[in-house]
């Protein structure tokens, strides 16, 4: 039997049996090395060459940075803040959830930590006024995915340092895509709340929609000193993701007074054991990529896919229908070192442009964080709900048919993706 299929099988078995993926990874990828009778020394030099890299430093930055803004109460406030502004309407709600899982994207950078934070607050006051229980959990949990979608994206710190793009040039690619996604699911939302009988809040004062912005302006500050740190050319995105953690710990101590020394403590407790899950996906689904790489795997891939595609447009819509089934079952993490090493040849030989590239296969993916059996996002909203996870399934079907509609739009218009970084210039 060939590597390659000893490779997937052994993969595939293990995913059956319900092992994690990370671990599935790393030990289908051992069983395959084994078999080509390589030496197991390789294993622990290839894991740590792939955590090894400059780029993914950002990563437990990140995660601290959101834990810290979290644990301030920023969710809390920017809640309020859209509520002032925007509850009062018809559907205020569901915008407001929509519109508070964008500021927070540009916070945290994960999904399920968008859900988690602002679920919480958001699901049951939706319910209370009248939404429908499914269909509040099933918007936030696809509101949450665009977290990794706005900079900054722990995805697109991932998926710069497989492909070797400007993560700075990447993060800025994302914001366009990730503003469209939050109003394709508000008009979604619009549609669906038409015939439910919802509470009509009352319309805030000018008075209170600036008290409300004045208590959440040091947590949107957040987002305008990472990105404006990196495109002002003050810093790099991993030591603006160091400068952002820095700076939430502080506006939590110091200013909101939310987190105290024994906080602080447990804070960087829960970043570190999130980042070294995070690290864990990526030293294992970095070596199963480096497997398919050496052993010639992802070029006997990328030939096929060249040839049955055929032209550019048939190989977008290929990928596309590839990532949403992939989603489905393998985190963003791991589907980004699995998929990158074959889908970019073939997308830069066929002159597709890989930051767009990039932007496309993250869209997918966060699209898979909302669609079973590996929802990550659904899980997480039905934890906060209580609502099961067939309910939440359904529900989110109009949510997951506007986020694609969404995808189809960037994947064939690429110059949605690209007028940011190429108005600013961004190298």
């Known amino acids: 039997m060939s590597s390659a299929a000893i490779l997937f099988i052994s993969f595939a078995i293990l995913l059956l049996l319900n092992v994690p993926i990370a671990l599935s990874l790393g030990v289908a990828s051992v069983i395959a090395m084994l078999n080509l009778g390589l030496p197991l020394d390789m294993f622990p030099m ?12 950002a990563i437990p930055f990140f995660v ?183 700076y939430g710990i502080l506006v939590g101590m110091f200013i909101y007074k939310t987190i105290g020394l024994k906080d602080l403590y447990k804070l960087l407790i829960d970043s570190a054991v999130g980042s070294a899950i995070v690290m864990f996906i990526v030293a294992c689904a970095g070596f199963f990529a480096w497997f398919i790489t050496t052993q010639g795997i992802a070029d006997l891939a990328s030939d096929f896919l060249l040839q049955v595609s055929g032209n550019k447009y048939v190989f977008l819509l290929i990928i596309n229908v590839i990532l949403l089934i992939a989603g489905c079952f393998v985190d963003a993490t791991s589907a980004l ?25 993250t869209m997918n993916l966060a699209i898979g964080q909302v669609t079973p059996p590996v929802g990550v996002n659904l899980y997480v909203a039905c934890g906060v709900s209580k609502v099961s996870l067939k309910e939440i399934s359904v529900a989110v079907l109009p949510f997951v048919l506007a986020s694609i509609v ?16 190429n108005i600013a210039g961004v190298k």
């Open 337 to 361: 070192y699995i998929f990158t090493p074959i889908i970019l040849p073939v997308a830069l030989a066929l002159g597709y442009d890989p930051i767009a590239l990039g932007v496309v296969m």
């Open 64 to 246: 601290l940075a959101g834990n810290t803004m979290e644990k301030a109460g920023i969710s809390r406030k920017l809640i309020d803040l859209a509520n002032k502004f925007v509850g009062h309407r018809k559907g205020g709600l569901a915008i407001v959830g929509v519109v508070t899982s964008c500021f927070f994207a540009a916070i945290s950078g994960s999904g399920p930590a968008t859900v988690a934070a602002l679920g919480v607050i958001i699901i049951p006051a939706m319910i209370n006024s009248g939404y429908e229980k499914g269909m509040s959990s099933a918007l936030m949990a696809t509101a949450g995915s665009i977290g990794i979608i706005i900079p900054p994206s722990i995805a697109f710190v991932v998926y710069g340092a497989i492909a070797g793009v400007s993560i700075g040039k990447i993060f800025i690619s994302g914001i366009i895509p990730g503003l469209l996604m939050g109003v394709a699911l508000i008009i979604a939302s619009l549609i669906l709340v038409k015939d439910m009988k919802i509470v009509d809040q009352q319309k805030a004062t000018g008075r209170e929609k600036w008290k409300v912005f004045i208590d959440a302006f040091w947590g949107l500050m957040m987002p305008v000193i990472i990105l404006g740190g990196i495109y002002g050319g003050f810093f790099t995105p991993t030591e603006a993701a160091a400068v952002a953690a820095v």
């Open 406 to 421: 969404v995808l189809l739009l960037i994947t064939y218009i690429p110059d949605i993706i690209m007028f940011l970084p």
């Open 46 to 57: 290839q894991i740590y060459a792939n955590i090894g890299k400059f780029a993914l430093l």
